[in-house]
């Protein structure tokens, strides 16, 4: 997806409640182009809607009717408590932010009973963002490892994030008793993206360049760099330390998680400060 797209929907999904960050959203765009780029085809999945404010962007990652996108949630529905949950919002937000129509498969259940059929099994593009405990992470990267093509990408919501400890647990499980189904690819803006082993060579070619991840992730963090993780080279989109020594990078990066634009701007003005009194 080209960047003026991706900017204009993070516009538009704005006051849409939900937990996908801008410069995630920009990381979306970016592995879409990539895809793109070599001819990577397929459905895109979800896993975890809520509202409709991933789905959105990632509708419009669809090349028109050719792909489909599925996406799966329980919707805080429950049948004995007759409790009707939060589908009205998420059929109100497609309905007035994409054009999906009939590429669109919504599937109102439980992640862990999904089948290869609902899923279909050549995704190029499966978004994990349900469950957050590590039973339901595993469960979830298995139906994953089902559903993704050769080339395909899975991404990770609140990849190591101290608040959901279940993710990883899920994920380093996976990776233990799954060995050679996906690898990390890169990890960054709440993300792990995982891919085929034999694919990964294919993406690092173009995520090793760090100018065009700046270029298409423009409120993205400080620094990109490689690390080894789990066995295999791994970007990282790497946002300092609040407890850094340098406090002008300490409040930038704190303002920069949550106010990204505002960041940005604060960013700007620091450097020119700077650069006139050097
Ligand atoms: C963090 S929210 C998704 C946020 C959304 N992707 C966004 O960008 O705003 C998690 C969603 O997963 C759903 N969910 C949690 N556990 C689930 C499960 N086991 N099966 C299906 N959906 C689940 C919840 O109903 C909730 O809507």
């Given at each position: 997806m080209e960047f003026d797209s991706a900017c204009e929907i993070i516009r538009r999904t704005r006051k849409i409640e939900g937990w996908f960050w801008p410069a995630a959203a920009h990381l979306f765009a970016l592995l879409d182009e990539i895809q793109k780029s070599v001819g990577i085809e397929g459905n895109i999945f979800e896993i975890g809607a809520y509202h409709g404010k991933s789905a959105v962007l990632l509708c419009a990652m669809l090349r028109g009717n050719a792909e489909s996108l599925g996406v799966c949630d329980r919707f805080g529905c429950s049948s004995d408590r007759n409790v009707a949950g939060f589908r009205p919002q998420f059929d109100r937000t497609m309905r007035n932010h994409s054009s999906a129509g009939s590429c669109l498969r919504v599937l109102q259940k439980d992640?862990?009973?999904?089948?290869p059929e609902e899923t279909t099994t050549n995704c190029r593009f499966f978004h994990i963002d349900g469950g957050h405990g590590g039973r339901e992470v595993y469960d979830d990267l298995v139906v994953a490892s089902k559903a993704v093509g050769p080339n395909g990408l899975v991404v990770l919501d609140d990849f190591h994030n101290s608040a959901w400890p279940g993710v990883a647990e899920g994920f380093f499980r996976f990776m233990h008793e799954r060995p050679g189904e996906f690898v990390p690819l890169a990890v960054g803006f709440n993300k792990g993206v995982l891919t085929r082993p034999s694919a990964h060579g294919l993406y690092r070619r173009f995520l090793n360049d760090p100018a065009r991840c700046w270029a298409a992730i423009p409120?993205?963090?400080?620094s990109v760099k490689t690390i080894e993780f789990c066995g295999v080279d791994t970007v990282l989109f790497h946002t300092p330390s609040h407890r850094s020594p340098d406090l002008r990078r300490s409040i930038l990066s704190i303002v920069h998680q949550h106010r990204p634009r505002f960041a940005d701007a604060l960013g700007r003005v620091l450097r020119y400060h700077r650069s006139r009194t050097a």
């Open positions: 992640s862990a009973d999904l089948t409120r993205g963090p400080f």
